[in-house]
């Protein structure tokens, strides 16, 4: 039987928070990358400033200061051709750091899912920011374990550790929302 229009009704009630949630998180996450890639990184790709921007040079000089921390000699040797840094490693350069791997598109879709998700504001205040830094720290993690297993040519293997180090940072955003939802539901 063909459903009635007044028997959708409901549905479309019930479904009314999903859809919300799917475009705050769309409206979000698009729109701040859009404002990120249009006006943020094109500036900086500019044949006038051609020069690496700020976050992703932040973003590699602390991946090499964990390098550090975790006793491993590297360097950092920004690109001007590839608009990106260099992470260096033993004198060879491991990992190239550009703008799409900085970090900042797991961040924003982490940003955007809780922004979306419905908590009160005062729990969003603190946990938010700490869980964006958290995220941060995870992805230069996994960029600084790229730069030790890398051996300067993409084999096969690097391939793999670099699908794994890739999963491992998506399953921490995923447990850091899944903490949100935990946190933003209890009474």
């Given at each position: 039987q063909p459903l009635k229009p007044f028997k959708l009704l409901p549905l479309l009630k019930e479904s009314l928070p999903i859809l919300k949630f799917i475009l705050i998180?769309?409206?979000a996450y698009f729109g701040i990358d859009f404002l990120y890639q249009n006006f943020y990184l094109d500036h900086y790709a500019s044949?006038?400033?051609?020069?690496?921007?700020?976050f992703t040079r932040i973003y590699s000089k602390n991946v090499v200061s964990f390098l550090s921390l975790i006793g491993v000699?590297?360097?950092l040797n920004e690109s001007a051709r590839n608009l990106g840094c260099y992470i260096n490693v033993n004198g060879v350069n491991q990992v190239l750091v550009i703008a799409r791997c900085n970090g900042f598109p797991n961040i924003l879709l982490l940003f955007s899912l809780l922004l979306a998700f419905p908590g009160?504001?005062?729990k969003k205040l603190w946990y938010i920011p700490m869980a964006l830094l958290i995220l941060y720290g995870c992805n230069i993690v996994?960029?600084?374990?790229?730069a030790i297993t890398n051996?300067?040519?993409?084999?096969q293997y690097f391939k793999y550790i670099k699908l794994l180090a890739n999963v491992i940072t998506h399953i921490s955003l995923l447990v850091i929302f899944l903490i949100w939802l935990k946190i933003s539901l209890k009474k």
């Open positions: 998180v769309t409206i044949p006038s400033v051609f020069r690496t921007d700020p000699k590297a360097v009160p504001i005062k996994r960029v600084g374990l790229l051996d300067s040519q993409y084999t």
